[in-house]
């Protein structure tokens, strides 16, 4: 069994030296285990922070062992109650073709519900952040007009959607290529888009949001962050999920420049972690998951074949190679 291992912590963009695929045992599972062949593999902006040494939410990867992230496979022994072979699980044993976990990690789900790959995206830890973080972090209502950066990705697309199906009065995505501002205008019901790399994010926000917005969705940081704040209206909130334009940053990154506009606009700002609104997952699956049965939300997936490629599926994301969730098909 093929996987992945940190061999050094990156300084900058991380660099194809910094990881190793090896070969490793299959271990057969002991009490309470069962061993997985996995078939999807998620990776995502977040592993970024677990390959540098910082103390954050979660302990950085071990050097020299095998990294983890979500995947979902299938069961081919157990040794666990509850769990039999054939059954599918989704489980944090990712960056590998075979693992062994403790059965009480592993959350079984249903490949006839739902193709097995969404159970990482749509359905799985970057939908909830977008649902979790819209409707509770920053407190969306309806009527208010919608600011969401990374716009094209997996959290962003939700984030757009949701705030549209619960009534926004105007929703505004930026992102990173024509092609995806367009996806976000004539696929997925934006309102307005723009692509940040086309002239300063400030300029194209007011163009796009004339009358401001009321929720910012971070995904990005930096100028993003800087232009919503100039753009907020009377009791707007923003809520941040994620900075990904300062990950790779060797230097602190500056700061906004109009953080006093908080005071004008009683403006709220606030950090999100999608670790903590597990408990609206039943809820968020009942609710996302009818509408991309209807089809009211359309979702994309980026899928990248081979556990081989691991590794350029990763950096793809940092990069913006991908348009919704990127997924690594093993
Ligand atoms: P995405 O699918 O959105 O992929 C990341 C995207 O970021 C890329 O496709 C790229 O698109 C964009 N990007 C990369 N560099 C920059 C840059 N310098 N400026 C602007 N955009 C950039 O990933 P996710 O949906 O998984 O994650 C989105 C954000 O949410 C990340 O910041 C992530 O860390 C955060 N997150 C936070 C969670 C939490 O609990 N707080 C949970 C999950 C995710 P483009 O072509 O548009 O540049």
């Not at 062949?37 to 970024?48: E, F, G, H, Q």
């Not at 509850?82 to 599918?88: L, S, T, V």
């Not at 549209?164 to 205008?185: F, H, P, Q, Y």
């Not at 209206?233 to 334009?245: E, F, K, P, Y």
Request: charged share 20%.
């Amino acid at each position: 069994s093929r996987e992945w291992h940190l061999l050094s912590r990156p300084v900058g963009w991380p660099q194809p030296e910094d990881f190793a695929l090896v070969e490793a045992e299959i271990r057969q599972p002991g009490t309470g285990e069962v061993l997985v062949r996995n078939k999807y593999l998620s990776v995502d902006p977040y592993m970024r922070g677990r390959m540098s040494a910082a103390k954050s939410y979660v302990a950085p990867f071990e050097l020299g062992k095998v990294m983890q992230g979500g995947a979902v496979g299938e069961v081919v022994a157990s040794n666990a109650e509850g769990i039999a072979p054939g059954d599918h699980v989704l489980h944090f044993g990712g960056w590998r073709e075979y693992a062994t976990i403790d059965a009480k990690q592993a959350v079984k789900v249903d490949p006839d519900a739902a193709p097995l790959s969404t159970y990482l995206g749509v359905l799985g830890m970057t939908g909830l952040t977008a649902y979790a973080g819209l409707l509770r972090t920053a407190s969306f209502k309806e009527g208010d007009s919608v600011f969401v950066s990374g716009a094209a990705g997996a959290v962003g697309s939700q984030v757009g959607q949701i705030a549209r199906l619960k009534g926004a009065s105007r929703v505004i995505g930026s992102a990173g290529s024509d092609e995806k501002v367009k996806l976000l205008v004539e696929e997925y019901g934006f309102d307005a888009a723009f692509n940040y790399k086309n002239g300063p994010v400030g300029e194209q926000l007011r163009e796009a949001a004339p009358d401001g917005v009321d929720v910012y969705f971070d995904n990005v940081g930096g100028d993003h962050l800087e232009a919503a704040i100039g753009s907020l209206n009377l009791g707007g909130r923003i809520a941040i999920c994620g900075m990904i334009s300062v990950y790779n940053n060797t230097e602190p990154a500056p700061g906004p420049k109009n953080l006093a506009r908080l005071i004008a606009t009683r403006g709220r700002i606030e950090g999100l972690l999608v670790n903590d609104h597990y408990d609206l997952q039943p809820q968020f699956v009942q609710e996302v998951g009818g509408w991309v049965r209807s089809g009211e939300l359309k979702y994309r997936e980026t899928v990248v074949e081979g556990i081989e490629n691991n590794l350029e599926a990763f950096l793809g994301v940092l990069r913006g190679d991908n348009t919704g969730k990127m997924i690594v098909k093993v």
